[in-house]
């Protein structure tokens, strides 16, 4: 029987009877899972016998339910789970490209991965193009070498969402795997899975964790690429603690009611901001004024709970409203019970003069807010307050 992604949520990927009779699923924290004798350890090895890995850094009891949870929330028939988001990222690619591939990766898709793709890979023979964020952009860049697209929906700042079902038609015809890093969407409000993209991805210190107190990654796809790309974790060693495992499946029990709350907050927030006399501009794709509307309302089933905006002013006028909002606290991440806000000029980009700023799209006037779980009417309030400081 086919279940609801709130139903997945609470009980997706765990057994009905858990070791000790326990209502949750336990942590188990072990090193090593030992043999009954060497008849059996050789049975494992040839196939013959099923049981869990031998050793904790090729997996755990604990971790192996996360993943499965994982899994079915976004179609998936398997996953992956790692240490951080960057570490799905960097171990998938890892196992996917060798020296002469090229890889198509978008220009808004995240900065350290943007980085790792042009400056790591780049040391071993593996090529990249970053084009603009659209399926004619990366048709325009794929070369007779391309093996991998990479690319984000909703992408980071400004929200941008790729046409999936174009895009994978588009791969599957010159034969490339697709990658999307969907941690902004969440399963909740869109499943690229479902639409023939080859591997998801998503940092799951934001939305699924939700409560802004683990760190995990996680890459979902079908079995024979998740158990190829698990082998290089193996090596790698970026494995997740059990307890991090565990207190994941802890957020993910709330996840689908966590979704509900935040995606309503983003759209209420970001129809305030965009009649605000401060503001410039806002990105949000639920809004009909974003490029990417069509598109995400075609194939997202919410727009989450981050939104972007300009105000009128620059730098100095930008900082003026974050420091005068008293419920968001000023620091990067998302998706947690907690509003949070900054100005990616300063937080992401301190690093880079404006000008460099300005070449990489970054505006000087840009803030941008992840709504929690707080009242949506007392954030509005709060945002409002602040505007008016300029």
């Known amino acids: 029987m086919a279940r609801s992604i709130e139903t997945l949520s609470v009980h997706g990927g765990e057994l009905r009877q858990k070791a000790h009779d326990s209502l949750v699923t336990p942590i188990i924290l072990s090193t090593a ?43 998936g028939e398997a996953a992956m789970l790692t240490a951080t988001g960057m570490a799905a990222i960097v171990t998938t690619l890892l196992a996917m490209v060798k020296p002469g591939v090229h890889i198509v990766i978008t220009a808004d898709s995240y900065r350290k991965t943007r980085v790792f793709v042009r400056e790591f890979l780049g040391k071993f023979g593996v090529e990249h193009t970053t084009c603009e964020p659209s399926v004619k952009g990366i048709a325009a860049a794929i070369k007779s070498n391309t093996r991998l697209i990479v690319t984000e929906s909703p992408t980071n700042p400004y929200l941008n969402c790729v046409d999936l079902a174009a895009l994978v038609e588009l791969a599957q015809k010159k034969r490339i795997k697709t990658l999307i890093d969907a941690t902004l969407a969440t399963p909740y409000n869109l499943q690229p899975l479902t639409f023939g993209v080859d591997l998801v991805v998503h940092s799951a210190t934001k939305y699924l964790g939700g409560h802004n107190d683990l760190m995990a990654g996680v890459v979902i796809g079908n079995r024979d690429i998740i158990d190829a790309i698990r082998e290089h974790q193996g090596m790698f060693g970026a494995a997740p603690s059990p307890f991090t495992a565990y207190m994941l499946i ?37 809004l009909a004024s974003h490029s990417a509307h069509v598109i995400a309302k075609q194939q997202m089933r919410g727009y989450g709970s981050l939104i972007s905006f300009t105000v009128k002013g620059g730098l100095a006028e930008g900082s003026k409203v974050v420091d005068a909002c008293q419920i968001p606290y000023l620091a990067p991440s998302l998706g947690g019970p907690e509003s949070l806000i900054e100005q990616p000029a300063l937080m992401s980009y301190y690093d880079k003069t404006p000008e460099e700023r300005t070449a990489l799209g970054i505006r000087e006037n840009l803030i941008r807010i992840s709504a929690g779980l707080e009242s949506p009417d007392d954030l509005i309030a709060d945002l409002d307050q602040a505007l008016a400081k300029i």
């Open 33 to 75: 899972y030992p043999f009954a004798d060497t008849q059996e350890l050789q049975e494992y090895f040839r196939g013959e016998y099923k049981r869990g890995e031998e050793y904790g850094r090729y997996g755990n009891p604990t971790q192996q339910t996360a993943e499965a949870k994982l899994a079915a929330l976004d179609a």
């Open 250 to 286: 802890r957020g993910l029990k709330t996840f689908a009611v966590r979704m509900r709350h935040q995606n309503e907050s983003g759209q209420r927030i970001a129809e305030f901001l965009e009649q605000h006399p401060k503001v410039e501009q806002v990105w949000y794709p639920g």
